[in-house]
């Protein structure tokens, strides 16, 4: 478990051992709340007064996703690739409470100064493992989860190790029958690499006898190009009978406009 006492004047800075970049902790004067950047990029707002308050737009659709998927209240399993500000992590432990966490970041010195300066929510268990997130997953041989996040994809500049079919093929390996993989994607207006990776997860997908890939967006980044962020799902739980139910509620939580595609809309959408 990882856990810190918010002290007034608290580490707000850190200098990052693989990227060799500075890390701040700042208050955001716009929105309220917290702010990491990383080579003086924004990557992830927290909120300590509301850890569900998700204000990057594609924290706030895996957020509705995991809303939709499971029982509400429901603990789940989650590891996560990528670790950020933990803001993930944060919903999951105000939401589903009691839920086992472990978060594979490859950045050592973050995780220590992000819980240093923003202390997690009281009784959050969270496994902090510092590492390359396809060796520590591999690692976890025989290790199953409800749902994986990976959040460390940034365009054509992104680890290619993880950027490929087989590393799909051993995450999905790590879910329950029942599972998800929720995919986060960011990627410049020619969304080269955007399509590659729907490709690469499809080929994935089909392999194991998956339904394929869905697409959460927003809606105009499929229609006017664009730098932006898009989530792919895929796992055993889209085969549920649910999953257009789901897919309603994905559209009417949003963010606004919203666009979710299913299997034969996304292989369209990126056919290139």
């Known amino acids: ?85 933990l803001t993930l992590v944060r919903y999951v432990q105000v939401t589903r409470p009691g839920s086992e966490q472990v978060v594979v970041e490859i950045e050592r ?47 054509e500049e992104s680890p290619s190790h993880l950027a490929t079919k087989d590393f799909y093929l051993e995450a999905l390996a790590h879910l329950e029958d029942d599972g998800l993989l929720l995919v986060n994607v ?16 499809e080929g994935a997908a089909e392999e194991l006898g998956l339904s394929g890939v869905w697409t959460l967006t927003h809606a105009s980044l499929l229609t006017t190009p664009a730098d932006g962020n898009m989530v792919l799902i895929a796992g055993g739980a889209l085969s549920s009978p649910k999953v257009e139910q789901w897919r309603e509620a994905w559209k009417k939580a949003g963010p606004h406009p919203a666009a979710v595609l299913d299997p034969t809309e996304t292989a369209a959408a990126f056919d290139r």
């Open 1 to 85: 478990m990882v856990t810190s006492d918010f002290l007034p004047g608290a580490q707000r800075t850190a200098q990052l051992s693989f990227s060799d970049q500075a890390a701040w902790i700042v208050k955001d004067e716009v929105v309220g709340g917290w702010v990491l950047q990383i080579g003086g990029v924004e990557q992830s707002h927290v909120d300590l007064e509301d850890p569900t308050r998700l204000v990057h737009e594609y924290l706030r659709r895996m957020g509705n996703v995991l809303d939709a998927v499971w029982p509400a209240g429901q603990p789940l399993r989650i590891a996560h690739l990528g670790g950020g500000a």
């Open 109 to 155: 010195e973050l995780p220590t100064l992000v819980t240093t300066a923003l202390p997690l929510p009281e009784g959050t268990v969270v496994e902090v493992v510092s590492g390359d997130a396809r060796e520590e997953l591999a690692a976890m041989e025989g290790r199953r989860f409800d749902a994986i996040v990976l959040d460390v994809f940034s365009g």
């Open 186 to 201: 960011g990627d410049d207006a020619g969304q080269r690499f955007l399509a590659a990776q729907v490709g690469e997860l």
